[in-house]
C-alpha cells in the first residue's frame, strides 16, 4: 500500500533552535498534506494543512511564524519548528493522500521532538 | 466537519471479539466512515473503511445501520497485539479534505 514516510523519527534539540521535519509520500502524489500534533494521551490535532505551491492553512490557535511549512514538490511537505522551546516537545504526524482523493489518508510514523 | 463520539476506553481478553461504537448524527450523503489503529509513538493506521451495511477485511468488520449516523467496529478474536486506541472518522473522499480526530477509543487487552 502507499506510504508516507517521515523524517527524523525523533530529534532532540536545544531551546532556540529551529528543527526541520521532512514529510514525503514515496508512491503517490499529493497535492495536499496535512499536519498533527499530539501530546501524551490525548488525539491528534490538526495543525495546519500544506498545499503544495502555494501557503499553508493552518488551524485556529497554530502560529503560522513558529510553525513553518514548505510543500515544495507533490511529494514532499517539511515543518519547521522555529525558536523551539521545551512547550513544543510533541510527536509531530504528516498524513497524505493521493492526489486523486479516491483512497484513505495514509499517515506518517511520527516524529517524537523533544527540546531541552 | 461531522463530529465522532466513541467511548473513551474499553478492557477485554483476549481471545473475544470487541465491538466498538462510534456515533456520528450530523454525518453528510458524501461522507465515508473510516477507523484507524494507532500504537503508542505510531502514527495512525488505516483499519477499515466503509460507506454503509457491512463490510470485511481480514481484520476486522465493518456495520453501518441504514441511517448512518452510527457504526461498529467488530474486532473479531482479539490478541494482546491489538491493545491500541482506535478512531472512528467520517471522510469525506478528497485529497484536501481535512480529517478531525476525535478522542478516540484506548483498547486493553488482558491476558
Known amino acids: 500500500g502507499a506510504v508516507v514516510s517521515q523524517h527524523p523519527s525523533w530529534v532532540i534539540c536545544k531551546s532556540g533552535t529551529s528543527v526541520k521535519i521532512e514529510c514525503r509520500s514515496l508512491d503517490f502524489q499529493a497535492t495536499t498534506m496535512f499536519w498533527y500534533r499530539q501530546f501524551p494521551k490525548q488525539s491528534l490535532m490538526l495543525m495546519a494543512t500544506s498545499n503544495e505551491g502555494s501557503k499553508a492553512t493552518y488551524e485556529q490557535g497554530v502560529e503560522k511564524d513558529k510553525f513553518l511549512i514548505n510543500h515544495a514538490s507533490l511529494t514532499l511537505s517539511t515543518l519547521t519548528v522555529t525558536s523551539a522551546h521545551p512547550e513544543d516537545s510533541s510527536f509531530y504526524i504528516c498524513?497524505?493522500?493521493?492526489?486523486?482523493?479516491?483512497?484513505?489518508?495514509?499517515f506518517g510514523q511520527g516524529t517524537r521532538l523533544t527540546v531541552v | 466537519l461531522a463530529k465522532t463520539t466513541q467511548p473513551i476506553s474499553m478492557d477485554s481478553y483476549e481471545g473475544q471479539e470487541v465491538n466498538i461504537t462510534c456515533s456520528h448524527n450530523?454525518?453528510?450523503?458524501?461522507?465515508?466512515i473510516t477507523w484507524y489503529q494507532q500504537f503508542p509513538s505510531q502514527g495512525p493506521r488505516f483499519i477499515i473503511q466503509g460507506y454503509k451495511t457491512k463490510v470485511t477485511n481480514e481484520v476486522a468488520s465493518l456495520f453501518i445501520p441504514a441511517d448512518r449516523k452510527s457504526s461498529t467496529l467488530s474486532l473479531p478474536r482479539v490478541s494482546l497485539s491489538d491493545t491500541a486506541v482506535y478512531y472512528c472518522?467520517?471522510?469525506?473522499?478528497?485529497?484536501?479534505?481535512?480529517?478531525?480526530f476525535g478522542s478516540g477509543t484506548r483498547l486493553l487487552v488482558r491476558p
Open positions: 450530523n454525518i453528510a450523503t458524501n461522507d465515508y
Open positions: 498524513s497524505a493522500r493521493d492526489v486523486q482523493g479516491d483512497t484513505e489518508a495514509f
Open positions: 472518522l467520517v471522510d469525506w473522499m478528497d485529497s484536501s479534505y481535512k480529517l478531525i
